[in-house]
């Protein structure tokens, strides 16, 4: 496999006076440049995940940090061999991370770097890890003997974070993290909020422990939001913690069900995904309005996929 292409994550915090102007310079750069991607613009900051070739990428990197406010946006870079994303969709959006809520962007978390995160994770009293991802993010890969939180819905969140504060003496600290950062600027405002002193949070997120500090003390995979879907946090081998849905076998292939009216997305090894004609469960192998099934290798790229929501 060649590595033609840069897969470029980044995100910035910072007041926009405004957004409009902004996803219509970000449109024109893109569109000149032929970056493929998602971009999202809010009051609050920039939220973006592009592929480019190496050329485009590094073009639009120094066209980004030549102008106020973005000079110390970090960005997080794989290779691939191709576009991974289908389209380019950059827009203005009420909330930069897709949860309904007001944050107070002022009282965040502290960021710390992989290596201090692969230190506190090695030391004796290792805070409690809090993954916030979502479930289908943590179920093919996660740090060992972290946690998951319901993450889905905000409500959710709160009610754990309350019965958190009872089994866990807020003085003391937690970690937080999740893919790429910026859903950690959100949750771990959250738990300042309710009293929690200190919560570390992973500074670039998983993808930037992978790119720094490999595969030490991660099991699995790492989900992503384009075509790619599922990719190793490095070059370091790691063992399956994804199951089969169906027999439970060691897996971590997800497909889209064939059903349209369902299009979930499920774990499958490649016996239970034809015995189910591609679909999720028994019930949806009934429904009207179902894909022809056909043996692949890998997830295919289905369109719905860019619906998902960004961390
Ligand atoms: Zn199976
Ligand atoms: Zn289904």
């Known amino acids: ?23 219509k310079a970000q449109k024109a750069f893109c569109q000149e ?19 480019a070739t190496p ?18 946006v970090v960005f997080k870079l794989h290779t691939w061999h191709e576009h991974c994303f289908p389209r380019l969709t950059i827009k203005t ?11 107070d962007w002022k009282h965040r978390g502290t960021s ?36 998951k939180p319901p993450c889905n819905t905000f409500r959710d969140f709160e009610k754990w974070a309350d019965d958190l504060k009872q089994e866990h003496n807020p003085e003391k600290p937690v970690m937080m993290c999740c893919t790429g950062g910026i859903r950690c600027e959100l949750f771990s405002s959250m738990l300042l909020r309710r009293g929690f002193k200190t919560v570390y949070q992973l500074g670039g997120g998983i993808i930037n422990y992978g790119l720094k500090e490999g595969s030490k003390h991660w099991e699995g995979k790492l989900f992503v ?16 913690v994804g199951r ?10 997800y497909y889209n069900c064939a059903n349209m009216e369902c299009n979930d997305l499920f774990l499958s090894c490649k016996s239970c995904l034809k015995e189910h004609i591609g679909c999720c ?10 894909r022809p099934y056909h043996e692949q290798e890998r997830h295919k790229p289905f369109k719905r996929l860019h619906l998902c929501q960004t961390s």
């Not at 050329?55 to 110390?72: G, I, Q, R």
């Not at 992989?114 to 479930?135: A, H, Q, T």
């Open 1 to 23: 496999m060649d590595d033609s292409h840069l897969v470029l994550a980044f995100y910035h915090i910072a007041k926009l006076e405004d957004p409009k102007a902004e996803v």
């Open 281 to 290: 469960c028994t019930d949806c192998t009934k429904q009207e309005r179902v």
């Open 112 to 147: 710390v770097t992989p290596e201090k995160w692969r230190e506190l994770m090695e030391s004796d009293d290792c805070p409690p890890i809090f993954d916030v991802r979502n479930d289908y993010e943590w179920e093919i890969g996660r740090f060992k003997g972290s946690k």
């Open 33 to 51: 440049h032929d970056l493929m991607g998602r971009i999202y613009v809010a009051e609050h900051g920039i939220n973006g995940q592009m592929s």
């Open 225 to 240: 939001f384009d075509d790619r879907l599922v990719v190793p946090i490095s070059e370091e081998p790691t063992e399956t």
């Open 244 to 253: 089969c849905s169906f027999c439970s076998s060691e897996i971590d292939d």
């Open 93 to 103: 959006r009420p909330k930069l991370v897709a949860i309904d809520i007001d944050i």
């Open 55 to 72: 050329e485009a990428a590094n073009a639009y990197m120094e066209w980004l940090k030549s102008h106020s406010p973005f000079e110390d």
